[in-house]
């Protein structure tokens, strides 16, 4: 893990195209400018690990029924 040290006002910038800027610091909270292209997903991590335990339930659920599906039509062809 890379960790650098900024000051308010101050940027950092991650390859051509996202750039993350110090925009307001307030006791233990430091607030963060995101700048970055439209097909580049930016979440807060719990946010992150939300959208990714409800894709794995709905793949989870879609296997499922897939396999239900499965097993019908193998009994119909018995």
């Not at 991590?45 to 794995?56: F, G, W």
């Amino acid at each position: 893990m890379l960790v650098l040290t900024r000051k308010l006002g101050e940027s950092i910038r991650i390859g051509d195209t996202i750039v993350v800027k110090i925009v307001d610091l307030d006791g233990r909270h430091v607030k963060l400018g995101i700048e970055a292209p439209k097909n580049i997903a930016v979440n807060r991590e719990e946010i992150y690990e939300r959208i990714q335990r409800e894709n794995r339930a709905a793949s989870q659920t879609h296997e499922q029924n897939l396999e239900n599906i499965a097993s019908a039509l193998r009994k119909g062809k018995t």
